[in-house]
């Protein structure tokens, strides 16, 4: 996850970080990410069943409910373990969590234990009584997918209409006093909608938007048509920096991020120094240290509607174990899982250009999902959404190169 706002605009400096002694109890939401003691952000599809067929699905969501989905007391169970455990966030997600009876009572049973929960919904199902009972039970921030305009986003969601119900939920969501946030996926279809939901944040005020790269987990095969080339990917990153930028300049401080490249990061650092704005520049960099990187399998973890852990939402074909045969604590910190112990030592196991790249520090590698997916990729191959050139990587003047 890369900050737009806080590299870019510099909306966070290092010494906020500091002044919390970063640890991730008494850090706020926005600067979770760059916590010293780094326990997992908890991706939990909490549900399978879901009220639309979308293209870039990860999960793989369907209509009907999963006949091994963990019960309401194994799911009261799990957030009593990942709240003990001090997770800082759980994200209910899907499916469209909204479908499943018991959410209100999950979450609210996991804010009563000081975590924070969020929700990712596709807002077909929010009314003024959902949103009102959500802020009543402590939701710190609802993100309602927005796939584009609208031609783009009923084509991506297949169901036409769709695209007024999830404006309808933004705006019913503001009026109930949530914190609301935009979520898209990047895609060919939707990379010229950018300014225009760059005005509709600005019309509304809506306080957060996060664009997330297309990740191809080896389930659906029809996105390569969608998945936008390394230069389109460096144009959406330069107009996204560029609109961040202009509502700063009109007082407007929304929180901007980039999701699912780490190469984000350090193009924005170069963007910079390209720009002449080197002190800003220095500034990111030290936040793109202290983030790590990529952070599967340490910093964020998913768990599945059937109970099963994965090392990030994506990688789906990698189950570390199941909450109902061990706890979550026990699955995530087992010494003898090797890929969980590799994971965390990412450095000596990369490969290829990303072995010798200046970036890796502040990289961690990209996605590794998304390496494994590739054609010919491996677990430990080059992320081949980096968009970064070679001469990018291996030369410069910058603090890396020089070895500081």
């Given at each position: 996850?890369?900050?737009?706002?806080?590299?870019?605009?510099s909306?966070?400096?290092?010494?906020?970080?500091?002044?919390?002694?970063?640890?991730?109890?008494?850090?706020?939401?926005?600067?979770?990410?760059?916590?010293?003691?780094?326990?997992?952000?908890?991706a939990?599809?909490?549900?399978?069943s879901?009220?639309?067929?979308?293209?870039?699905?990860?999960?793989?969501?369907?209509?009907?409910?999963?006949?091994?989905?963990?019960?309401?007391?194994e799911?009261?169970?799990?957030?009593?373990?990942?709240?003990?455990?001090?997770?800082?966030?759980?994200?209910?997600?899907?499916?469209?969590?909204?479908?499943?009876?018991?959410?209100?009572?999950?979450?609210?049973?996991?804010?009563s234990?000081?975590?924070?929960?969020?929700?990712?919904t596709?807002?077909?199902?929010?009314?003024?009584?959902?949103?009102?009972?959500?802020?009543?039970?402590?939701?710190?921030?609802?993100?309602?997918?927005?796939?584009?305009?609208?031609?783009?986003?009923?084509?991506?969601?297949?169901?036409?209409?769709?695209?007024?119900?999830?404006?309808?939920?933004?705006?019913?969501?503001?009026?109930?006093?949530?914190?609301?946030?935009?979520?898209?996926?990047?895609?060919?279809?939707?990379?010229?909608?950018?300014d225009?939901?760059?005005?509709?944040?600005?019309?509304?005020?809506?306080?957060?938007?996060?664009?997330y790269?297309?990740?191809?987990?080896?389930?659906?095969?029809?996105?390569?048509?969608?998945?936008?080339?390394?230069?389109?990917?460096?144009?959406?990153?330069?107009?996204?920096?560029?609109?961040?930028?202009?509502?700063?300049?009109?007082?407007?401080?929304?929180?901007?991020?980039?999701?699912?490249?780490?190469?984000?990061?350090?193009?924005?650092?170069?963007?910079?120094?390209?720009?002449?704005?080197?002190?800003?520049?220095?500034?990111?960099?030290?936040?793109?240290?202290?983030?790590?990187?990529?952070?599967?399998?340490?910093?964020?973890?998913?768990?599945?509607?059937?109970?099963?852990?994965?090392?990030?939402?994506?990688?789906?074909?990698?189950?570390?174990?199941?909450?109902?045969?061990?706890?979550?604590?026990?699955?995530?910190?087992?010494?003898?899982?090797?890929?969980?112990?590799?994971?965390?030592?990412?450095?000596?196991?990369?490969?290829?250009?990303?072995?010798?790249?200046?970036?890796?520090?502040?990289?961690?590698?990209?996605?590794?999902?998304?390496?494994?997916?590739?054609?010919?990729?491996?677990?430990?191959?080059?992320?081949?959404?980096?968009?970064?050139?070679?001469?990018?990587?291996?030369?410069?003047?910058?603090?890396?190169?020089?070895?500081?």
């Amino acid at each position: 996850m890369i900050g737009i706002s806080k590299l870019y605009c510099s909306s966070v400096e290092p010494s906020d970080l500091l002044r919390y002694g970063r640890k991730a109890e008494n850090l706020p939401s926005h600067l979770l990410q760059f916590s010293e003691d780094k326990k997992p952000v908890i991706a939990w599809n909490i549900t399978r069943s879901c009220n639309l067929s979308c293209l870039h699905c990860y999960a793989s969501a369907t209509s009907d409910k999963a006949p091994d989905e963990l019960d309401h007391e194994e799911a009261r169970d799990l957030v009593l373990s990942l709240t003990e455990y001090k997770v800082p966030v759980i994200l209910f997600s899907g499916g469209e969590p909204l479908l499943r009876p018991d959410l209100f009572e999950l979450i609210e049973l996991a804010v009563s234990r000081g975590t924070r929960a969020v929700l990712s919904t596709n807002g077909l199902l929010i009314t003024k009584d959902i949103a009102t009972r959500l802020k009543g039970i402590g939701l710190s921030y609802v993100g309602i997918s927005l796939d584009g305009l609208e031609h783009h986003h009923d084509r991506i969601r297949r169901n036409e209409g769709a695209f007024r119900q999830a404006v309808n939920a933004v705006t019913t969501s503001l009026s109930a006093g949530l914190k609301v946030g935009l979520r898209l996926t990047l895609t060919k279809g939707n990379q010229n909608d950018i300014d225009g939901l760059f005005d509709f944040m600005e019309e509304l005020r809506i306080p957060r938007v996060c664009f997330y790269h297309l990740v191809d987990n080896g389930l659906n095969p029809g996105l390569d048509s969608e998945r936008l080339t390394h230069e389109e990917t460096r144009r959406a990153l330069d107009l996204i920096a560029e609109r961040t930028l202009g509502m700063f300049r009109k007082g407007l401080s929304p929180e901007v991020l980039t999701v699912d490249n780490q190469a984000d990061g350090p193009y924005l650092y170069l963007k910079l120094l390209a720009e002449g704005r080197k002190a800003q520049a220095e500034n990111a960099l030290k936040l793109l240290r202290l983030n790590g990187g990529s952070s599967s399998g340490h910093g964020i973890g998913c768990v599945s509607w059937n109970g099963d852990v994965h090392p990030d939402q994506f990688w789906r074909d990698v189950t570390l174990g199941n909450v109902r045969e061990r706890p979550f604590p026990e699955i995530w910190n087992d010494p003898k899982n090797e890929l969980l112990v590799a994971l965390k030592d990412k450095k000596s196991h990369i490969r290829g250009r990303c072995r010798d790249c200046r970036f890796l520090e502040v990289c961690g590698g990209g996605l590794r999902a998304r390496a494994a997916h590739a054609k010919g990729g491996g677990i430990w191959e080059p992320d081949p959404a980096c968009y970064l050139t070679c001469e990018e990587i291996l030369q410069g003047d910058s603090p890396l190169a020089l070895g500081m």
